[in-house]
């Protein structure tokens, strides 16, 4: 069964691609139907604007839609970037950018005040019906330089603890086992394996 993923983001489309492996789902990205849609992330939680891209889609899909919203909440910036996470740095900034505003913002702050966590929500929508939903968090801290030259986004800051390496530093299965996107998605694993049962 085709899925359609509410992103053209391609990391995030490979990591998605990891991690349902297996479950005889194909991934598609708007790019790939020729869907044109740029939803207004209105929302002010990671769920809220989860569903309103699942849903957005949904509309001009035929067939099941994936949509998340995720970004990472620092305690000492009283949770900031959060839900503006990819923009952080201003509308159309890229990830370098969001990373350096990062850390300025954080330069006085002492390495036991940098405490953070990746958040994920994820929606499995079709037609004008949200199916299924499903949260995954994942806590660590930044550091005060970059390390590590995988993921994305905010991955070469964010140390997770257990395995004193960053996401970036992290083999790309290593971190699909812990991060918050694997998480919320093994939450919904059922609801997504029933698709494919659906479509039989």
Known sequence: ??????????????ELERILEGTGLEVLTPGDTGIELDPDECGSTFAENA???????AEVFDGPVLADDSGLS??????????HSARYAGEGADDEANRRR??????????ARRTARFECHVVLARG???LAEAHGACEGSIIESERGDGGFGYDPLFLHGPNGLTF???PADRKDGISHRGRALRELSP?????TRQEA
């Open 1 to 14: 069964m085709k899925l359609l993923l509410a992103s053209n983001n391609a990391k995030k489309r490979r």
């Open 51 to 57: 569903r309103i891209k699942a849903l957005e889609f």
């Open 74 to 83: 620092v305690d000492a910036l009283d949770g900031r970037p959060g839900v």
């Open 102 to 111: 990062l850390l300025e913002e954080l330069a006085d702050t002492p390495t």
């Open 128 to 130: 004008a019906e949200v």
């Open 168 to 170: 970036a530093e992290l």
């Open 191 to 195: 609801e997504l394996r029933a698709l």
